[in-house]
T-cell receptor, first 115, second 110 residues
Framework: GAGVSQSPSNKVTEKGKDVELRCDPI?????LYWYRQSLGQGLEFLIY????????KSGLPSDRFSAERTGGSVSTLTIQRTQQEDSAVYLC?????????????FGPGTRLTVL | QKEVEQDPGPLSVPEGAIVSLNCTYSNSAFQYFMWYRQYSRKGPELLMYTYSSGNKEDGRFTAQVDKSSKYISLFIRDSQPSDSATYLC??????????FGAGTILRVKS
């Protein structure tokens, strides 16, 4: 079946602009995660959603970052007033649930460049 | 100090060599330990996971976890050029966010 998909694959924007990144998880997966991968920081957790529970936003670096998940499926990560330090690859992952151990399947990522 | 420490390399080995990749972690609450492989411009893919301490083998790959020393290892036997990638160790407490090491770049020369 289809894996996790993300769009766009690449995004170049100017400092100060807002961007939206989209994630389509594997069908039937109730848990969805966003991570950021940058040269200086490696791969860092941002936020995760599980079913109808309140999301765990503990990894969001600032209030310019927000995410939503509509209908328990597609998720959008929004970065407002982008800064150059936001340049990174944004990875989405999904898993069947977040109970016990469930493999997280990653998408190919969105490469964001802020000029 | 990061919760999971990993030497970024790069590590360069000849084809057929045994590769040893290692991480240390500081959070005693970590229960699950994973190794992911990531090819250039792709998302990470799970290689192996281990619950608590012990060894796990899958073909040419062996994962080891020693919770007493907080040490995570991945061994690759008979390494192949196709094994050239970035290897990421990761840990989690229970069912949610992964905490990753920096990743080690491995190059297997033919």
């Amino acid at each position: 079946g289809a894996g996790v998909s993300q769009s766009p694959s690449n995004k170049v924007t100017e400092k100060g602009k807002d961007v939206e990144l989209r994630c389509d998880p594997i069908s039937g997966h109730t848990a969805l995660y966003w991570y950021r991968q940058s040269l200086g920081q490696g791969l860092e957790f941002l936020i995760y959603f599980q079913g109808n529970s309140a999301p765990d936003k503990s990894g969001l670096p600032s209030d310019r970052f927000s995410a939503e998940r509509t209908g328990g499926s597609v998720s959008t990560l929004t970065i407002q007033r982008t800064q150059q330090e936001d340049s990174a690859v944004y990875l989405c992952a999904s898993s069947l649930t977040d109970r016990a151990y469930n493999e997280q399947f990653f998408g190919p990522g969105t490469r964001l460049t802020v000029l | 100090q990061k919760e999971v420490e990993q030497d970024p390399g790069p590590l360069s080995v000849p084809e057929g060599a045994i590769v040893s990749l290692n991480c240390t972690y500081s959070n005693s609450a970590f229960q699950y330990f994973m190794w992911y492989r990531q090819y250039s411009r792709k998302g990470p893919e799970l290689l192996m996971y281990t619950y608590s301490s012990g060894n796990k083998e899958d073909g040419r790959f062996t994962a080891q976890v020693d919770k007493s020393s907080k040490y995570i290892s991945l061994f690759i036997r008979d390494s192949q050029p196709s094994d050239s990638a970035t290897y990421l160790c990761a840990s989690m407490e229970y069912g949610n966010k992964l905490v990753f090491g920096a990743g080690t770049i491995l190059r297997v020369k033919s």
